[in-house]
């Protein structure tokens, strides 16, 4: 089971502010007994006045 999503999603905030959410998710099975798994989440926003891009979170995982 090999599979990667991606999801994006904008936002229209106060003030003429906007963001702009990026996230992934995805597993890969390399051998039955040999899992990856990996998530990512970003955001771009000029909330402050200039644009700005930050990961929020990233995570990988192995199962054996």
Do not use: V
Request: aromatic content about 18%.
């Amino acid at each position: 089971m090999n599979f990667q999503d991606i999801r994006y999603r904008y936002f229209d905030l106060k003030d003429g502010a906007e963001a702009n959410s990026f996230e992934t998710e995805g597993a890969y099975m390399f051998h039955p007994r040999l899992k990856f798994t990996n998530e990512l989440r970003g955001i771009n926003t000029n909330r402050s006045g200039k644009w700005e891009t930050d990961p929020q979170e990233l995570k990988l995982k192995e199962y054996y």
